[in-house]
């Protein structure tokens, strides 16, 4: 993800390449080996971030922190490609530490924001599905006990649900509730309550449910001789 404070280089091409270096690093190779495949989770963590995130601070501060942390990697793999270091050794070796423990920490605070992110979502589609659950269940209750004004009106939005929200209607029980209405409602209603269930019918996980509970009742309609 390209920052401003670095071109267009992303920070996918800058672990590209100190990858590419560290084969051909002579000092500490354990230690970047340890390094390698720090580099290759971080970018996998990176690479899953949506671009969008970039207006989140949390995220912001992830990207610019790997950024330095990843221009500092640079600056240490040139101290290490040579069997001669050029500063004494104790001080690169604790560079190069550095290096890794700050990679683990990013590699843990990417993995830690990808799960919040993922949870959010979770909670966003849960929040949805319960709204439309509770929707549902009103829409069934006004045609259990509603008026027949309420009643005609739940019918009518029911033909104008997309094939989720009818299954959903479905769970809560409306096939049922339909079906019922049969026995105890004017003849128009009864035409708008056959075509609830003609509706219903389109959807094709509904048809048990139909079968079950819907088509002996349809059946006694049509014997009734309804022009409808």
């Given at each position: 993800?390209?920052?401003?404070n670095d071109?267009?280089c992303?920070?996918?091409?800058l672990?590209?390449s100190?990858?590419?270096?560290?084969?051909?690093?002579?000092?500490?190779?354990?230690?970047?080996?340890?390094?390698?495949?720090?580099l290759?989770d971080?970018?996998?963590?990176?690479?899953?971030?949506?671009?969008?995130?970039?207006s989140?601070?949390l995220?912001?501060?992830?990207?610019?922190?790997?950024r330095?942390?990843?221009?500092?990697?640079?600056?240490?793999?040139?101290?290490c490609?040579?069997?001669?270091?050029?500063?004494r050794?104790?001080?690169?070796?604790?560079d190069?530490?550095?290096v890794?423990?700050?990679l683990?920490r990013?590699?843990?605070?990417?993995?830690?924001?990808?799960?919040?992110?993922?949870?959010?979502?979770l909670?966003?589609?849960?929040?949805?599905?319960s709204?439309?659950?509770?929707?549902?269940?009103?829409?069934?209750?006004?045609l259990q006990?509603?008026?027949?004004?309420?009643?005609?009106?739940?019918?009518?939005?029911?033909?104008?649900?997309?094939?989720?929200?009818?299954m959903?209607?479905i769970?809560?029980?409306?096939?049922?509730?339909?079906?019922?209405?049969?026995?105890?409602?004017s003849?128009?209603?009864?035409?708008?309550?056959?075509?609830?269930?003609s509706r219903?019918?389109t959807?094709?996980?509904?048809?048990?449910?139909?079968?079950?509970?819907?088509?002996?009742?349809?059946?006694?309609?049509?014997?009734?001789g309804?022009?409808?």
């Amino acid at each position: 993800m390209p920052l401003d404070n670095d071109g267009d280089c992303s920070l996918t091409e800058l672990i590209s390449s100190i990858l590419d270096r560290i084969p051909n690093l002579l000092s500490f190779k354990s230690k970047w080996s340890s390094i390698r495949v720090k580099l290759a989770d971080l970018n996998t963590h990176l690479s899953d971030i949506p671009a969008s995130s970039s207006s989140n601070q949390l995220a912001l501060d992830l990207l610019l922190s790997a950024r330095e942390t990843l221009h500092n990697a640079s600056s240490v793999a040139a101290r290490c490609e040579g069997p001669s270091l050029s500063e004494r050794n104790l001080n690169t070796q604790s560079d190069v530490d550095s290096v890794m423990a700050r990679l683990d920490r990013h590699v843990k605070d990417a993995d830690s924001s990808q799960r919040n992110r993922k949870s959010s979502l979770l909670n966003e589609i849960v929040s949805i599905s319960s709204k439309k659950e509770a929707a549902a269940r009103n829409l069934v209750i006004r045609l259990q006990i509603g008026e027949p004004k309420s009643k005609n009106s739940a019918i009518e939005s029911l033909l104008r649900e997309d094939d989720k929200n009818v299954m959903i209607s479905i769970v809560q029980g409306v096939v049922l509730v339909q079906v019922r209405l049969l026995d105890s409602c004017s003849l128009s209603m009864k035409e708008k309550v056959v075509a609830v269930i003609s509706r219903i019918s389109t959807v094709e996980s509904s048809k048990h449910v139909l079968i079950a509970e819907g088509l002996n009742h349809l059946l006694r309609v049509l014997e009734s001789g309804s022009g409808f």
